[in-house]
Every structure is written in structure tokens, then in C-alpha cells.
């Protein structure tokens, strides 16, 4: 039972994850343009560390596995007053033999706050979430006319990018992405408990994990991975029968099923937080003003 609940949560659980990255990138992005440069460089190095320490004490977490990266909010609400320093622009180079160059380069110690950069990360990854839950219904869209189309309807499915700004077609190809990489995982898991299908199994995790693994990342194509999955001739292999339509109509199947699932959880994502952001308030509450 145990097994069962925690394979459905799965998908939200690296849903998660996804949303975390995706909003650490975004407030990186925001903080650049403001020209924000101590807020930018603290939040990138603290990432960078969170994540490298997170895949030293999870070793075992491959593709299939979350780190749980939404504690990052409790490792920044942690961290003390930060001084970044600020390199000064230096209108003209100096060759390295010149003797009025500087050794040490100029520049200013800045103050950061965590906990404001905490507070802004929420702001952030609520708007994602919230931007994430509105695709849903054209993700889902795509899928069911991809179906159709491999079912034998007239119509053709459109591309899952198209007609979309350059940040929605990134975020709706990261979606699918994981959609169909979770779908194809649990087919192959499935499949390596007949054992008259190891064969078949072992070609669907090489053909679709491996060799196409570049279609279910961020700058991939699920469009493209399915229709070079239907391009595959349909043949035998190890005695069982591989048939690519209905492989792919079948991971059409699941990642609906699985899209259903992340999008249920991304509607609590401020719930997910909560105790980060209770002990935010409860933080400024207690600090003691001039």
C-alpha cells in the first residue's frame, strides 16, 4: 500500500522539483534586469551549493528520483546577512607588466538579505505554478488530438510550441518533457516484471530514454520523439510484438494521466511552503526594529 501511494505521488514530487529549478532561474532572470547584481550572484552561488549538497547526501537519485528541492526556502531563511563583493568597472585594461595596475581589484563589500530573497523566490514560484496550471488544459489538448491523429483522425496535431511566446513554448516542452519521461519509465518498469517482454523493454528504455532522452528535456520536442517512435517499423522482438502506435498512443495515455496529477498538486503549491513562510513572518515579527 505503502509502494502504491508513494509511486502516485511521484510525478508531483518531481513536478516539484521542476517547479523549484524553473523558479530559482526566473528570480535569477528578474533580479538581472532590475540590475540587482548582489541579490543575482548570492541566490546563484547559494543554489549552486544547495544543489551540489543535495546530490552528495542523495546519492541514489537518478532520473526517477526528487530531491525535495523546495527546502531550499528553509536553507536561504537559515543564512545569515550576507556581504557580496561587487567588482569595479574599469574603463581601460592594463597590460599585466604595467606597474600602475591595481592587484587587487577595486570594488564595494554589498549586503544581502536571505530572508528578502527568500520571500521573493515564493512570490516567484507561486507565479510559475500559477502560469504552469493555466498551459494545463492545452497540454492536455495536445495530447488528446496527438491521439486522435495516431488513431486515424483527419486532423493533425498541432505542435505543442506553436503560437506560444519563447517562455511558455520553454515551460510547456519542459512539461511534457517530464510528462512522457515519467509515462515511458513506468511503462518500461511494468514491462521488466513479464519476462517474456525483457527484450521489448530493454528497446523501449534504450530508444526512448537514451537515444531521444534530448526530446524530454526543456529544449527537446515530444512532437519530434513521437514521430520518430511512429516511423518504427513494427516487428518482433524476443517474442513479443512491438508496435509502435500503440506504444505511443499508450505514453499519450499516461502522461494525461500524470499531467492530471502534477496539476492537482500545483494547485496547493502555496500550501507546499507554508511552514517556510510562516517562519518568514514569525521572523520579521520578532526582529527588533531601530
Request: net charge negative; aromatic share 6%; hydrophobic share 40%.
Given at each position: 500500500m505503502?509502494?502504491?501511494?508513494a509511486?502516485?505521488?511521484?510525478?508531483?514530487m518531481i513536478a516539484?522539483?521542476?517547479?523549484?529549478?524553473r523558479?530559482v532561474?526566473q528570480?535569477l532572470h528578474?533580479f538581472?534586469?532590475?540590475?540587482?547584481?548582489?541579490?543575482?550572484?548570492?541566490l546563484s552561488?547559494?543554489?549552486?551549493?544547495?544543489l551540489?549538497t543535495?546530490?552528495?547526501e542523495?546519492?541514489?537519485?537518478g532520473a526517477?528520483?526528487n530531491l525535495?528541492?523546495?527546502?531550499?526556502f528553509g536553507h536561504?531563511q537559515r543564512?545569515?546577512?550576507?556581504?557580496i563583493?561587487i567588482?569595479?568597472?574599469?574603463?581601460?585594461?592594463?597590460s599585466?607588466?604595467n606597474?600602475y595596475l591595481?592587484?587587487?581589484?577595486?570594488?564595494?563589500?554589498?549586503?544581502?538579505?536571505?530572508?528578502?530573497i527568500?520571500?521573493?523566490?515564493?512570490?516567484c514560484?507561486?507565479?510559475v505554478?500559477?502560469?504552469?496550471i493555466?498551459?494545463?488544459p492545452a497540454?492536455?489538448g495536445?495530447?488528446e488530438l496527438?491521439?486522435?491523429r495516431e488513431?486515424?483522425?483527419?486532423e493533425p496535431?498541432?505542435s505543442?510550441?506553436?503560437a506560444?511566446?519563447e517562455?511558455s513554448?520553454f515551460?510547456?516542452?519542459l512539461?511534457?518533457?517530464?510528462a512522457t519521461?515519467?509515462?515511458?519509465?513506468a511503462m518500461v518498469?511494468?514491462?521488466?516484471?513479464?519476462?517474456?517482454?525483457d527484450?521489448?523493454?530493454?528497446?523501449l528504455?534504450s530508444?526512448l530514454?537514451v537515444?531521444h532522452a534530448a526530446?524530454l528535456?526543456?529544449?527537446?520536442?515530444?512532437?519530434?520523439?513521437h514521430?520518430?517512435?511512429l516511423?518504427q517499423?513494427?516487428c518482433?522482438?524476443?517474442?513479443?510484438?512491438?508496435?509502435p502506435?500503440s506504444?505511443?498512443?499508450?505514453?499519450?495515455?499516461?502522461s494525461?494521466?500524470i499531467l492530471?496529477?502534477?496539476?492537482?498538486?500545483l494547485?496547493?503549491?502555496?500550501?507546499?511552503?507554508?511552514?517556510f513562510?510562516?517562519?518568514?513572518l514569525?521572523?520579521?515579527?520578532?526582529?527588533?526594529?531601530?
Amino acid at each position: 500500500m505503502f509502494v502504491q501511494q508513494a509511486a502516485a505521488l511521484q510525478p508531483a514530487m518531481i513536478a516539484r522539483d521542476a517547479l523549484m529549478q524553473r523558479s530559482v532561474e526566473q528570480q535569477l532572470h528578474a533580479f538581472k534586469a532590475v540590475y540587482a547584481q548582489p541579490q543575482q550572484l548570492y541566490l546563484s552561488q547559494a543554489w549552486t551549493d544547495f544543489l551540489d549538497t543535495s546530490r552528495k547526501e542523495r546519492p541514489m537519485m537518478g532520473a526517477e528520483g526528487n530531491l525535495e528541492l523546495t527546502s531550499f526556502f528553509g536553507h536561504l531563511q537559515r543564512s545569515p546577512t550576507a556581504k557580496i563583493f561587487i567588482p569595479k568597472k574599469s574603463f581601460r585594461s592594463l597590460s599585466p607588466g604595467n606597474p600602475y595596475l591595481q592587484k587587487a581589484p577595486e570594488g564595494t563589500y554589498e549586503e544581502v538579505h536571505p530572508r528578502s530573497i527568500t520571500l521573493r523566490l515564493m512570490r516567484c514560484r507561486e507565479g510559475v505554478a500559477v502560469d504552469w496550471i493555466d498551459m494545463m488544459p492545452a497540454l492536455e489538448g495536445w495530447l488528446e488530438l496527438g491521439k486522435k491523429r495516431e488513431r486515424g483522425a483527419p486532423e493533425p496535431a498541432p505542435s505543442p510550441t506553436a503560437a506560444a511566446s519563447e517562455v511558455s513554448a520553454f515551460d510547456r516542452q519542459l512539461l511534457l518533457g517530464m510528462a512522457t519521461r515519467l509515462a515511458t519509465r513506468a511503462m518500461v518498469r511494468e514491462l521488466s516484471l513479464r519476462p517474456s517482454c525483457d527484450k521489448l523493454c530493454e528497446w523501449l528504455k534504450s530508444y526512448l530514454l537514451v537515444e531521444h532522452a534530448a526530446d524530454l528535456e526543456a529544449n527537446g520536442s515530444v512532437d519530434r520523439l513521437h514521430d520518430n517512435l511512429l516511423d518504427q517499423p513494427m516487428c518482433i522482438r524476443g517474442g513479443a510484438l512491438v508496435d509502435p502506435l500503440s506504444i505511443s498512443l499508450e505514453i499519450f495515455e499516461r502522461s494525461s494521466l500524470i499531467l492530471e496529477v502534477i496539476e492537482k498538486d500545483l494547485e496547493q503549491a502555496p500550501q507546499h511552503v507554508i511552514t517556510f513562510t510562516s517562519s518568514y513572518l514569525e521572523a520579521c515579527l520578532n526582529t527588533p526594529t531601530d
